[in-house]
């Protein structure tokens, strides 16, 4: 089957740097995304790896190694704004995304 | 209308009752999406359509109908709400089913009871 496994709950302090581990098994591999989602909300568009290697954005960066079915998302200079959930997906070989349950960070001052 | 909109915000809905959830996007996106989130579990994918009149299956289809008369419009159909479709809903478009970002819709909160 198909599964994407990231921490349930993670908590770090204003200003600290903190980041959320994803891996995946999943029926084929075209890409993977992180998403931020507020409490509340709609899920938003933070970044997309389809290669090996980080792809830094801002604050946010995005690590992927294809060969061992893993992702970070590295969150620098953290805000209290940034308590959120963050939600990886794997687009698989149907193109279609397959979400893990999400990551929900809570920022402390 | 700017982006991806979803209607109602929020219903309370008898067991047995039919129900359609409204989704309209304004950004000419070919793509279009259904999904449900659900405490503990990742988005799951009901129903999707890469291009005006042609739809799929996702992972939890049972129980939903949708139709894609156009490129702007994707309503999703419950025929016979039961209570396990209790969930919040969330429709997204992309510009193609390839690696674009996916836009979501604000989300609609549904209760059966």
């Known amino acids: 089957g198909q599964n994407i496994d990231q921490p349930t709950e993670m908590t770090a302090t204003e200003g600290a740097i903190v980041q959320i581990n994803c891996t995946y098994q999943t029926s084929g591999f075209n890409g993977l995304f992180w998403y931020q989602q507020h409490a509340g909300e709609a899920p938003t568009f933070l970044s997309y790896?389809?290669l090996d290697g980080l792809e830094e954005k801002g604050r946010f960066s995005s690590f992927l190694s294809r060969s061992k079915g893993y992702s970070y998302l590295l969150l620098k200079e953290l805000q209290m704004k940034d308590s959120a959930s963050y939600l990886c997906a794997v687009l698989d070989s149907n193109y279609q995304l397959i979400w893990g349950a999400g990551t929900k960070l809570i920022i402390k001052p | 209308i700017a982006g991806i909109t979803q209607a109602p915000t929020s219903q309370i809905l008898a067991a047995g009752r039919r129900m359609t959830l409204r989704c309209t996007q304004d950004?000419?996106?070919?793509?279009m999406y259904w999904y449900r989130q659900d405490l503990g579990l990742g988005l799951r994918l009901i129903h999707y359509?890469?291009?005006?009149?042609?739809?799929g299956k996702g992972e939890v289809p049972d129980g939903y109908s949708v139709s894609r008369a156009n490129t702007d419009d994707f309503p999703l159909t419950l025929a016979s709400a039961v209570p396990s479709q209790t969930s919040v809903y969330f429709c997204a478009s992309s510009d193609s089913t390839g690696g674009n970002e996916q836009f979501f819709g604000p989300g609609t909160r549904l209760t059966v009871l």
């Open positions: 950004m000419r996106h070919n793509a």
């Open positions: 359509s890469n291009t005006a009149g042609t739809t």
């Open positions: 790896n389809v």
